[in-house]
């Protein structure tokens, strides 16, 4: 269950990215444009991937048997500090992650706000920009040294 959990989990991540571009360049090109309908709902389809893949993550957090908590309690803070990839993974990712989608809610609910729409799309754009950019920051990609693969 963990590893099918966990291949949904990076799996989710393109479904977030190409969700967060979308609602990045929409805030970006909207200019005069009034904040209807699509950008509501593609804003909503972001909060909830990020909800789903969060739910997911902390399973994956809490029940994990390499990283996360089992790390916590096996090995102590100053081995999980010391080893990249357990910091990553134990920390780094996690904390990384929390805040993004913290981001993204806070973009959401300003969406919500009755506030001029050229407001609201700012807004979106900068808390939605600033979760993208944190997401891409937090992924383990294949490039990196604690790369986990494409998926």
């Known amino acids: 269950m963990y590893t099918g959990l966990l291949h949904l989990h990076s799996f989710l991540r393109w479904i977030i990215l190409l969700l967060l571009l979308i609602v990045v360049v929409r805030?970006?090109?909207?200019?005069?444009?009034?904040?209807?309908?699509t950008d509501r709902k593609f804003g909503?389809?972001?909060?909830?991937?990020?909800?789903?893949?969060?739910l997911i993550g902390l399973y994956?957090?809490?029940?994990g048997p390499v990283y996360g908590l089992s790390a916590f309690m096996n090995s102590g803070m100053k081995a999980i500090m010391s080893d990249k990839a357990l910091r990553?993974?134990?920390?780094?990712?996690?904390?990384?992650?929390?805040?993004?989608?913290?981001?993204?809610h806070i973009g959401k609910s300003y969406a919500k706000k009755k506030i001029p729409d050229?407001?609201?799309?700012?807004?979106?754009?900068?808390?939605?920009?600033?979760?993208?950019?944190?997401?891409?920051?937090?992924?383990?990609?294949?490039?990196?040294?604690?790369?986990?693969?494409?998926f």
Not at 90 to 101: D, L, T
Not at 131 to 138: F, K, M, N, R
């Open 27 to 37: 805030s970006l090109t909207a200019g005069n444009r009034p904040f209807n309908e």
């Open 118 to 150: 050229a407001v609201k799309h700012k807004r979106t754009l900068v808390y939605f920009g600033l979760a993208l950019l944190i997401i891409l920051i937090s992924i383990p990609w294949p490039f990196r040294e604690v790369a986990r693969g494409w």
């Open 44 to 54: 909503l389809f972001t909060m909830i991937a990020c909800d789903i893949t969060l």
């Open 88 to 104: 990553f993974f134990s920390v780094e990712h996690f904390a990384g992650m929390i805040i993004a989608i913290i981001l993204v």
């Open 60 to 63: 994956q957090w809490f029940a």
